[in-house]
């Protein structure tokens, strides 16, 4: 029996799903009481660091769990569990932590993109029981913006590199803790969870040390859901965003079982875009919570949900806020809400007053989640101009030219799944949500989704360099040669794509394997 310190802040379902899905069953800690009988405490900190030191105290766990780390019992801290252990965060001035380990938490310094998500690798510093059965060449998830930096270097089992060296896990005694997350780590990340609920006592040194980790670029499976006309829910694709052939919605796939297939193919993210979600009320569309909780009991990569992430309204006259909303998502397993329509209308709001609100679904959702945990889906779609004069808009200069062979375009954003374009652009819009709390953009384009022509390059240039948040490609996959294309031509991170991988025209693995050959670093 594994015991989990759950305080409310996160997706927890993950890591839930990971320890059942190895043939424990877990206990949610619900007061002192069950940390001081704990045999097994795993702690996936989620969030911030001051939120979750002060939900520690008065939920009344804090002196419990520090009892049970000074008495050296078996536990397992991940991400901001690993925070928690050292004295103090940058993240929260003068919050102190448990101070289990001597140091304190700093933000990353360097001018890579913060958050630093995705996957990178681990260099061995010491041997540990939780690495039995690695080689060393495994990447793992990692999403955070700071970084524990321990006074005492005995404690470090291993570093990673992200613009330079960081201490990436620390155990002492039986105290054990990682920066990234076993959880979302597919395979490996389930190796070292295992060696940990197991209660293996081996030290163990992987055989293979890499001198210099790099974060991989990551390989994206986006599945656009919704009902069809007979009423069941399923994967479908649209051509420029028009999902109906001959009338019918196109039929791809059934959610589950696509994404399983993603997961297993080495895919390094999935993410459903509930593509009706604009008019339907997603917390009485149970069909999609359900998808969520079926993934995330095959999935261990993380999961991205968007569509209808905003304030609702019932029939009732009850409202709802985008917060609850998320917040049923991330309890259904998700670790990642995008956000389309509800960005575009709080960007025109904020230009309008000048002011941000504070409440908007970016600013709350960022605020308890973290800001990792929002993505904002921008569909834009190319307006073009004879002269840069012809708009107030920020345009570029073009090397396809329009239909009236104009050399000039802007990218305007739409929302409800393109159907109505809004007076602003694409680049304003990145900007301005980078200012309001969103962890990374998911760059559509109407123009190139479902054409295999390749990804847009001057429209996802244009919005990578305009803001340090990482960008996912996203929109006309043709090719394993388009996704070398976006990662050599632009600074995104990851690159995502649908039809090809639905119509099997193109495996995941084929394009990382082109991807490796010819340089770019992928998770194998
Ligand atoms: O506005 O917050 O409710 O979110 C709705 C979400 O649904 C948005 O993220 C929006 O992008 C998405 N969406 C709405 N309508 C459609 C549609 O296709 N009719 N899908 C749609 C957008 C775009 C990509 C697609 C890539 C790759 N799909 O996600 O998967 O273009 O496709 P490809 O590789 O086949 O070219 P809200």
Redesign the pocket.
């Known amino acids: 029996m594994i015991t989990l310190l759950d305080y409310g802040a996160g997706n927890v379902r993950s890591v839930i799903n990971a320890i059942e899905r190895l043939g424990e069953s877990v206990h949610l800690v619900q007061g002192p009481d069950d940390i001081h009988s704990a045999q097994r405490l795993v702690f996936p900190g989620v969030g911030n660091f001051g939120n979750m030191m002060e939900t520690l105290r008065t939920k009344g766990l804090y002196d419990a769990l520090k009892e049970y780390l000074l008495s050296d019992r078996p536990f397992l801290g991940i991400c901001l569990g690993l925070q928690a252990l050292f004295e103090e965060s940058e993240e929260a001035p003068g919050v102190p932590g448990l101070g289990i380990f001597k140091g304190k938490v700093r933000r990353f310094s360097t001018n890579l993109s913060i958050p630093h998500i995705g996957w990178n690798g681990l260099k061995f510093r010491k041997e540990s029981p939780i690495f039995n059965g690695l080689t060393g060449e495994e990447k793992f998830y990692f999403v955070h913006s700071y970084h524990v930096c321990p006074l005492d270097e005995e404690v470090v089992l291993t570093h990673t590199d992200y613009g330079y060296e960081f201490t990436s896990s620390v155990q002492k005694g039986n105290v054990c803790a990682t920066q990234f997350h076993p959880e979302k780590s597919g395979k490996a990340g389930l190796k070292v969870l295992e060696n940990f609920v197991k209660g293996l006592q081996q030290p163990y040194l992987p055989e293979i040390r890499v001198t210099q980790t790099k974060l991989a670029k990551r390989i994206v499976a986006?599945?656009?859901v919704?009902t069809n006309d007979q009423g069941d829910l399923v994967v479908?694709?649209?051509d420029?965003?028009?999902?109906r052939e001959k009338g019918e919605v196109r039929n791809l796939g059934k959610p589950v079982e696509l994404a399983s297939r993603y997961y297993e193919d080495g895919a390094d993210e999935i993410?459903f875009?509930?593509?009706?979600?604009?008019r339907d009320f997603p917390l009485k569309d149970m069909p999609m919570l359900e998808v969520l909780k079926r993934t995330s009991k095959q999935v261990f990569v993380p999961l991205t949900i968007?569509?209808?992430?905003?304030d609702y309204v019932d029939n009732e006259g009850r409202h709802y806020s985008a917060l609850e909303v998320a917040s049923e998502y991330f309890r259904s397993g998700a670790d990642k809400v995008?956000?389309?329509?509800?960005?575009?209308l709080i960007c025109e709001e904020y230009l309008k007053t000048g002011n941000p609100t504070g409440n908007s679904s970016i600013e709350t959702i960022s605020r308890v989640y973290g800001n990792q945990a929002v993505v904002i889906?921008?569909?834009p779609r190319r307006v073009y101009v004879a002269s840069p004069e012809d708009t107030k808009h920020p345009v570029i200069e073009t090397k396809i030219p329009g239909p009236n062979g104009e050399r000039y375009c802007w990218y305007q954003c739409t929302?409800?799944?393109?159907?109505e374009g809004r007076d602003l652009d694409a680049i304003t819009l990145a900007k301005l949500v980078e200012e309001l709390g969103a962890g990374e953009i998911?760059l559509?384009?109407?123009d190139?989704?479902?054409?295999?022509l390749g990804f847009d390059i001057e429209l996802i240039s244009a919005v990578e360099k305009a803001v340090s948040i990482p960008v996912i490609a996203?929109?006309?996959?043709?090719a394993p040669e388009h996704f070398l294309e976006v990662f050599k031509e632009t600074d995104v991170e990851a690159a995502?794509?649908?039809?090809?991988?639905?119509r099997h025209e193109v495996e995941i693995q084929e394009v990382k394997e082109y991807l490796k050959i010819n340089g770019v670093e992928v998770r194998s």
């Not at 875009?273 to 604009?278: E, R, Y």
């Not at 995008?338 to 575009?344: L, T």
């Not at 995502?496 to 639905?502: E, S």
């Open positions: 986006c599945l656009d919704r479908t694709k649209g420029q965003y028009d999902v993410t875009l509930n593509i009706t979600g604009f968007g569509g209808g992430i905003r995008s956000i389309g329509s509800d960005a575009v889906s921008i569909d929302i409800k799944g393109g159907r998911l559509n384009c109407i190139r989704d479902g054409t295999n996203s929109s006309g996959a043709g995502l794509a649908a039809g090809i991988f639905h």
